[in-house]
């Protein structure tokens, strides 16, 4: 009839083909059914044997253009595999176009659905515009490519969401009848004239990705940055996925949502910078990929709103549910937005918005909400599939939540659209169309009232998953349905009054992101290191080059990046915490053996050596004594306590004496201890044993009196000698001098010689195990 009508010059539309098609297709129901249905069973070992509509796998690679207008040509390809075992014949490849798909839910029901349906996949369009396959045997696979006029589709004037299908037919032996062995759906967004209120659609583009800096830097001035790996590298070349999320997000109407650590570790990376390898490090290269990548980011968000999260992106529900139970976990916060905000500025050279908090995956409950604007955020961006709606159409994202917050919710099925495998051209070409069946569908639910919705997808999408999101927006580019808008302005859209603003309770909160979330040990560990950076940074005379770099790895101990890496997130905390105690330990008290006093008054020596590179200051050195009534000190107060301020230059070490006396003979245990400024001790006390080997009052009369009796034994000795010579001179005189014999040496025999020393020669051997004290 239509070949008559043409004849006569009249042209029945596409829609009323449509129609008379689908009616004699109607017609023949019963005995379709009948040969489709017929008594005979199938033999038992077919049932895994793909069969009916299943036979042949249909795949759908590309469809152009995915939002078609009026004057376009719609163009199918992809590939066809009979993955039954019998050789198909008279087979052949066609277009269908089932009814109007009226609203979201209808949408969701469509995609679940597999093999044919008669009556509901729709009539095949022309034969003219089909593609012949003589013969399809098992196993092999055809390309083909289906290309329609979109006039020539039943397709309403007025616009709707329909589904497209592509289906093969033909005969497999024994049945002798043509039948749809396969078939493949899809949706298509059909809109020819704008919507006069379209509907504002606010897209996310995260630049987000993992830990890559450690806590380790170098002790040059520049304080060279160490990495765990090259990794990040790859990422930032060119094809790498963080360079293509900015390639292609520079062409698109999105907000940017950055983590600034990224920024802060490329940064990093177009200087010197070391690279781990094994135990020790090597030269990385790739600042040149480095500076090519910040460049093209400042270029991109230039005149665009930028999102900057918390510094590391911080796991805000593990904070929420596992973290406030231990103290000074929730303090990270504040300073982690102030670095943000820095960050961007310093590097991007744009002011970003802080007022915004995104947890995973938009899950939120009250404690959440808490935690998220304890940092100052008024805004937390939520998702649909948590803070739920009973409304027949989808709300304008900004609603009220108390407090003066504002929940963002971000629209469920958009947001995640595009969380399959998209390498693979089938999934990604169904994505799009699913993607953009629901931002129309959701235009036409309500036409006459204009609403802003929010997508916030993946954090950290892979290569093809942004791409297929950029071929998505790109087909709004016309602006039929949907118009752009940023996520400050979406923010502060008027609510719609109906809407859900009721928070869920902790308890509502997902299952399966629950199990994800860091555990309290995990916090525990974070305190334990926040700890003793606060202990360490006291003592420096330059804390800025220890503060800012662990800080920041505090800040990435809390990434969400960490969710279901539980090993390496504690390999990295652990590694953190290591290093961090390495440098505290350098600044220690020299062990000292023990040490002998002799005498009433003594110092005693204690060392502090310093092994980093720069100086240690407001550290007090104690010295105590267990047993002050022997030995005390300060010198003439008896006191068992003595303290010394001590500073020493980077690489340097101070000896401390302290004044002691002592009272009595006897060991002594000493203790030495260094405190900061506000009396917390400072590693380990080192103790040593002082032997007191004092000379009291009584020894010392007895030597005295000694020594006395051995002068007084001189002196008469001496006189008794000087009277026996004074007499042997008066004889003399009496004789003629040459009757007196002198000695052949010409001494006197009589003479005495000089007087042996009163105390033995000093003895220049060690004085013994042990170490003296200075007198």
Known sequence: MAEAADIQGMRISPARRWLRRTAS????????????????????????EPTGSRTVDVSLDTLT???????????????????????????????????????????????????????VDGPTIDDKYSVKLPKLVSGVSYDFTLSVPADELPLDEDGGVYQLGVSLAGQTSPVSYERVLGIERTFLPWQPKGLEKKTRLTYLWPLISSTHLTSETGSDEQQT???????LAAELAPGGRLDQLVSLGRELPVTWVIDPDLLATVDAMTRNYQVKAGDSTVAGKNQAIAKQWLSAVEAAVQGRKVVAL??????????????????????????????????????????????????VEGAIDSSIVDVATSAGAHKVIARSDSLQDTL????????????GTTAVVADARLSTAFQGDMTRAGESTLAVQNFLAHSLALALQDA??????VVAPQRVPTIAQAQSMARALRALEPQRWTQPLDLVAAASAKPDADANNQVPGPSRYPAELRKQELPVQAFEDIRKTQNTLDKFKVILTSADRVEAP????????????????????QQYRSGVHSYLRSLTEEVQLIEKSDVTLSGRSATIPVTVQNQLVQGIDDLVLQLRSTNPNRLHLGG?????????????????????????????????????????ADGTPYGQPMSFTVKVSEITPTVMLVLAGGVLLLVLAGIRMYTQRKRAAAANAGAASDHDPADTESDTDGSDPEQPSDLAPDTGPENGNPSGAGEKVDR
Request: aromatic content about 6%; glycine content about 10%; overall charge negative.
């Open 448 to 453: 006459e009232n204009q609403r802003s919705i």
């Open 225 to 231: 940055p160490v990495f765990e790996d090259e990794a």
């Open 550 to 569: 662990f800080g920041r790895a505090v800040d990435r101990e809390l990434s969400t990046a960490w969710r279901g890496k539980p090993e390496a997130a």
């Open 25 to 48: 297709l109607i017609t023949g129901v019963p005995l379709v059914a009948g040969l489709l249905y017929g008594p005979a069973a199938a033999p038992a070992h077919a049932a895994e």
């Open 636 to 676: 003439d107060e008896n006191k068992g306590v003595a303290e010394q301020p001590i500073k020493v230059e980077g690489g340097h070490s101070q000896s401390v004496k302290f004044p002691a006396a002592a009272n009595a003979n006897g060991p002594v245990q000493m203790t030495a201890q260094l405190y900061t």
């Open 65 to 119: 253009p995915v939002a078609p207008g009026q004057k376009d040509r719609i163009t199918v390809s992809g590939t066809v595999v009979n993955k039954g075992r019998q050789t198909i014949t008279n087979a052949h490849v066609d277009l269908r176009v089932g009814p109007e798909i009226n609203g979201r839910t209808a949408i969701d029901r469509a995609a679940e659905r597999t093999g044919y349906t008669y009556g």
């Open 392 to 403: 027949p159409y989808t709300p304008t994202a900004a609603r009220p939540i108390g407090g």
């Open 310 to 359: 918390p510094f590391a992106d911080p796991d805000l529900a593990s904070l929420a549910h596992r973290g406030k139970s231990v103290s000074g976990s929730l303090s990270h916060l504040q300073p982690a937005t102030e670095v943000a905000e820095v960050t961007v500025e310093t590097i991007l050279h744009v002011k970003p918005s802080l007022d915004f908090a995104w947890p």
